[in-house]
C-alpha cells in the first residue's frame, strides 16, 4: 500500500481528542490508536500545549486546521503560518492537515469552512497557497475535502478533479472525509464514486468519519452524531477502492463520553481489518 | 478585481451583513432552496461567534443569564464582525460594547467583569516565556538598577476597576463556593491577572504596586517606575514588590540599558 510520504500515522482508527476528554485520556490512557485535534487550539503557550505534549507522549497526534482558508482570496494570514510552524516544530505530528475551503474575503472573516467555485483560477491559487505552506512546514500538507450547502454555476472541474490537479502540482495528500463526500451527495447530487475514481488513490493519507444533521431538507456537517448507515457503506465503498487508512471518529458537538467515541473507532477498526484480510 | 476574489466577497458580506448572495451560486439544491443553504452559514457563522464568547465570557453568562447573553452577544457579533480566522481573538471589545448597551446598564459592575474576563481569556493563551534568570540579575553592579528594564510575562495584565470585581469572578469560577454578600460599594480595586504554572490567577494587589507595574510593562525603567509610583504613594515597597512579582513569575527577563 502506498501511503503519502510525511504521514506517520499508524494505520488503524482514531479520534478526535476534545476538551472534554482531556483529563480522563490522560490519567487512564486507554487504548487509542491516534489522536487529532484543532491546530488552533494549541496556538501559544501554557496549558493547552501541555495538555497535547502529554497526550504526544502516549499517542501519535493529528493535526488538523480549521482557520488556513488555503482558498481565501486575501493574502494567506503568515502569522497564522507561523503559529501553525511553532506547533508542528514542538509537537512533531505524525499528520498535518487543512480543509480546501476559505474563510476570509475582503477582509470580511467568517469563522467557517466556506466553498468556492472550482475554476482555473481557484486552483492556481489555491495550489500557490498549499506550496506556500507546504515550504513553511517542509512537510507535505493533507488537503480535506469539504461539505457544502451550495455550489457555484461556473465552476469548471468537481471537487474530486480539483483535489487531484492539487495533488500533482503541490505533491500534497488527501485527506478524505467520507461524511462530507456524502453529504454533497444528498445536498448538491454529487456523484460519490465518481469523485471516488477522480482522486488519486496513493495520495490519500487519512480518512474522516462523522455523523450530520438536518436542517430544512440540508444536511449539515455537525460532528454531533455517531456515523449514519449511509456513510459506513460509503467508507466500505472507499476502502474496497482506495485501501485502508488511517481513519478518525470525529465529534465536537454534543460530544458524548469517551466509550462512545471508543465504540465507532473499534467500528471502523473492524472495517479496516475487513480490508485487509 | 479576479472572479474568485469578486464571487466570495459577495459572499461573505451576505453571510455577514446579509446582503445578497453572488448570482453565480446555484439557486435549487436537491431538497431545499439557495435561501435554506444560505441561512445555514449565516447562523453558523453567528454560532461560531456565539460559542466563542460565550466560551471566553462564562462569568458575564452567569451574571446575566443564557437567554440575556444570547441577545447581548447578538447584538455585539451585529456590530464587531471577526477578524481573524483565530476564535480566540474574537471578542475584545466585548467589555467597551456592555459598557454602552442600553439593556445592561443596570449591571454597572458587567463591563469590568468583561475586562476581567478577556484578560484572563487572553492569559491563557499567552506564550510561554522563560523564568528570570536571578543568578544574571545578582551581578548587575547596583549603580545600573535604574537603567534595569524588566520585561514581564506575555501572560500578565494590570487592571482597575471601581468595583469589587476579583471577588465576581472568584464566586463564579467551577466549584466556587458562592458568595452572594459581595460589598459592591466596598471601593476601587487594582487587579493582577497572570498565569502561575498554566493556571490563570487572578488577585487583588495594591494601588502602588498596580502603579509600578503598569509602568514596567510601558517599558518604563526601574528608576523610572519607581521614582513615579513613589510620588504618588510614599508608602510603596520596591523590594517587597519586586521580590513578589519575581516569585510570581510575573518578571520573566530583564535587559540592561547602558548610561547615555
Redesign the interface.
Known amino acids: 500500500m502506498s501511503m503519502p510520504a510525511d504521514n506517520t500515522l499508524p494505520c488503524v482508527a482514531g479520534i478526535g481528542l476534545r476538551a472534554p476528554h482531556y483529563r480522563e485520556v490522560l490519567e487512564t490512557l486507554p487504548r487509542l490508536g491516534w489522536v487529532e485535534v484543532h491546530s488552533e487550539n494549541f496556538f501559544g503557550g501554557g496549558a493547552p500545549i501541555r495538555t497535547l505534549l502529554k497526550a504526544r507522549d502516549h499517542y501519535p497526534v493529528s493535526l488538523h486546521g480549521v482557520g488556513m482558508g488555503l482558498a481565501s482570496p486575501d493574502p494567506l494570514d503568515t502569522g497564522h503560518l507561523d503559529a501553525l510552524k511553532q506547533l508542528c516544530d514542538s509537537v512533531q505530528p505524525a499528520s498535518v492537515s487543512e480543509h480546501l475551503c476559505w474563510n476570509t474575503a475582503a477582509g470580511m472573516v467568517v469563522n467557517d469552512l466556506l466553498p468556492f467555485p472550482y475554476t482555473r483560477e481557484a486552483l492556481l491559487h489555491v495550489a500557490g497557497r498549499i506550496d506556500q505552506v507546504q515550504a513553511k512546514l517542509g512537510r507535505q500538507l493533507l488537503v480535506e475535502n469539504l461539505s457544502s450547502y451550495l455550489s457555484f454555476a461556473h465552476s469548471e472541474m468537481t471537487e474530486g478533479e480539483f483535489l487531484a490537479e492539487l495533488v500533482a502540482r503541490t505533491g500534497c495528500g488527501i485527506l478524505f472525509d467520507v461524511e462530507n463526500l456524502y453529504v454533497n451527495t444528498r445536498n448538491l447530487g454529487v456523484d460519490a464514486r465518481a469523485f471516488v475514481d477522480a482522486i488519486p488513490a496513493a495520495a490519500v493519507g487519512e480518512y474522516h468519519l462523522a455523523g450530520f444533521s438536518e436542517r430544512d431538507g440540508c444536511l449539515v456537517d455537525t460532528h454531533n452524531n455517531p456515523v449514519f448507515a449511509e456513510v459506513w457503506e460509503l467508507y466500505e465503498y472507499a476502502l474496497q477502492q482506495i485501501g485502508p487508512r488511517p481513519t478518525l471518529i470525529e465529534w465536537d458537538s454534543d460530544i458524548p463520553p469517551l466509550n462512545v467515541l471508543m465504540g465507532e473507532a473499534d467500528k471502523a477498526q473492524q472495517f479496516i481489518e475487513a480490508c485487509h484480510e | 478585481m479576479?472572479?474568485?476574489?469578486e464571487?466570495?466577497?459577495v459572499?461573505?458580506?451576505s453571510?455577514?451583513s446579509g446582503a445578497e448572495m453572488?448570482q453565480?451560486?446555484?439557486d435549487g439544491?436537491?431538497?431545499?432552496s439557495?435561501d435554506?443553504?444560505?441561512?445555514?452559514?449565516r447562523?453558523?457563522?453567528r454560532g461560531?461567534?456565539h460559542d466563542?464568547l460565550s466560551g471566553t465570557y462564562p462569568v458575564i453568562e452567569q451574571l446575566v443569564g443564557e437567554a440575556f447573553f444570547r441577545l447581548l452577544t447578538r447584538e455585539f457579533i451585529a456590530q464587531y464582525?471577526?477578524?481573524?480566522?483565530?476564535?480566540?481573538r474574537?471578542g475584545a471589545e466585548l467589555a467597551e460594547f456592555v459598557a454602552t448597551f442600553a439593556p445592561a446598564q443596570s449591571v454597572p459592575y458587567l463591563a469590568d467583569v468583561a475586562a476581567l474576563e478577556w484578560v484572563c481569556h487572553c492569559?491563557?493563551?499567552?506564550?510561554?516565556?522563560g523564568a528570570l534568570d536571578v543568578a544574571a540579575l545578582s551581578q548587575v553592579p547596583p549603580e545600573h538598577y535604574p537603567d534595569l528594564i524588566f520585561i514581564s510575562d506575555?501572560?500578565c495584565h494590570v487592571l482597575r476597576s471601581q468595583y469589587p470585581c476579583t471577588a465576581i469572578w472568584h464566586a463564579h469560577q467551577p466549584g466556587a463556593v458562592s458568595d452572594f454578600n459581595i460589598d459592591l460599594e466596598s471601593g476601587p480595586a487594582s487587579v493582577l491577572v497572570s498565569?502561575v504554572e498554566?493556571?490563570v490567577r487572578v488577585r487583588e494587589i495594591s494601588d502602588a504596586d498596580a502603579e509600578w507595574l503598569s509602568g514596567i510593562k510601558a517599558g518604563a525603567s526601574l528608576g523610572q517606575a519607581t521614582v513615579a509610583t513613589l510620588a504618588r504613594h510614599p508608602d510603596f515597597d520596591l523590594q517587597a514588590a519586586l521580590l513578589a512579582m519575581t516569585t510570581q513569575g510575573v518578571l520573566t527577563g530583564f535587559s540592561h540599558r547602558e548610561a547615555s
Open positions: 479576479s472572479d474568485l476574489n464571487n466570495l466577497s459572499f461573505a458580506h453571510i455577514v453572488p453565480e451560486v446555484n439544491y436537491q431538497s431545499y439557495a435554506t443553504a444560505l441561512e445555514v452559514y447562523n453558523n457563522y461560531n461567534l466563542a464582525p471577526s477578524r481573524s480566522a483565530n476564535l480566540h474574537y492569559a491563557y493563551f499567552a506564550e510561554d516565556a506575555p501572560s498565569r498554566d493556571v
